[in-house]
């Protein structure tokens, strides 16, 4: 079922155009504390954890060394996209006390794609939180049975995942709306067929507001059996592809995220040890221009190879 038209607006637009989000107040020595984190092993595991730390405003990172978990907050209740596994979901309510917020007031989990390391934690979040989960179908038929079908690249590899019950759908560029936050999805199947990115708005105290999107991995990782180029097996599937890392360059984007850090740098970029600039206006499209030259190559790779027999 749709969300309430209350809280659905299907221009991307209309998201632009709101209030700048509400930063609860922060203690000087919270946010202090919060903005220093301790390095990350250079190979991390999914569940290595990690301090949490402002991202900018009132969008902190919450996830583990390896699996990004965003929550953005309001004094009307709090949104956080993703849940890494399910092991790590007793780490991510941890980094969200230790932010000084309280999970019980998370409204809803949004999803980037239906796969263990980003939706496995999604179930136990939503029992303790008592949090709506929303996300773009398939993917949230996948949420609710567990694990994808064929249509995903990685389905023969990939294991399944604690299911979610009464995921509510929400459609391309259509807006969730919590009190003054807006996060509008945008369809950018490829990774997998209900691959989704995040864009929002997010200020900091003093009412300065920035672009931020979750872009969604562009990485074409598949099975044995898959593949990109077999247009009769997976019929449009590699022109969605194509679609989706044409609309992650073209969004309003000054901060990108994505749901591996390292995709983006992420960890680079945050914090008052930062090596690297926050806030790049050509961030999404040198994102969406690594996932094309990844997909070219995975290309060129099927032509030099014969295909496996079904």
Known sequence: MRLPSALLAVSIASSLLAACANAPHRDGAATAGADAAAPCPAKPNWDDPTPPRRIYGNTWYVGTCAISAILITSDAGHILIDGVTDTAAPTIEANIRALGFDPGQIRYILNSHEHIDHAGGIARLARDTGARVVAREPAATALERG????????????????????????????????????????ATPGHT?????????????????????????????????????????HPGALAAFRRSIDTIAALPCEIVLSPHPGASDMFERMGPQASRPLVDAGGCRAYAAAGAAKLDARLQEERAKPAPAR
């Open 147 to 186: 694990k994808a079908d064929r249509g995903d690249p990685q389905f023969l590899t990939v294991p399944a995942f604690p299911p979610v019950s009464a995921v509510q759908r929400i459609g391309d560029g259509e807006t969730l709306e919590l009190g003054a936050l807006r996060l509008t999805a945008h």
């Open 193 to 233: 067929a209900g691959a989704t990115s995040w864009s929002w708005r997010s200020c900091d105290e003093a009412g300065a507001c920035r672009d931020v999107v979750y872009a969604d991995s562009l990485t074409p990782f598949s099975d044995k059996v898959y593949r990109y180029s077999d247009d009769a097996a």
